[in-house]
């Protein structure tokens, strides 16, 4: 089993930036690494979506509504994603989730929740 834990969410106001964190752990293996690496996103009312996506060698992908908005990356050696939100929008509140596959299996932290208003 593998652990995935958020932080970093909060209030923020429109145009302001918010720095999310996903640290992985494990009880299980002494080492493990991720494939694939991920943010999801899932505003009221509405399903859950891709946000961004990392690879192991360090190739992404946005849904157009973040991009040249939001960062996202990774320390292996850390085990630690991160994602720079900026020109953060209304429109981008939601709980966000982190998401990784190790092995072909795919992990879920709890989620943070990020709240863009005046």
């Known amino acids: 089993q593998v652990q995935l834990v958020e932080s970093g969410g909060g209030l923020v106001q429109p145009g302001g930036s918010l720095r999310l964190s996903c640290a992985a752990s494990s009880r299980s293996f002494s080492r493990f690494w991720f494939n694939t690496m991920a943010w999801y996103r899932q505003a009221p009312g509405k399903e859950r979506e891709l946000v961004a996506a990392?690879?192991?060698?360090?190739?992404?992908n946005y849904a157009d509504s973040v991009k040249g908005r939001f960062t996202i990356s990774r320390d292996n050696a850390k085990n630690t994603m991160y994602l720079q939100m900026n020109s953060l929008k209304p429109a981008d509140t939601a709980v966000y989730y982190c998401?990784?596959?190790?092995?072909?299996?795919?992990?879920w932290g709890g989620g943070t929740l990020v709240t863009v208003s005046s």
């Open positions: 990392i690879t192991n060698g360090g190739s992404t």
């Open positions: 998401n990784g596959d190790v092995a072909g299996n795919y992990y």
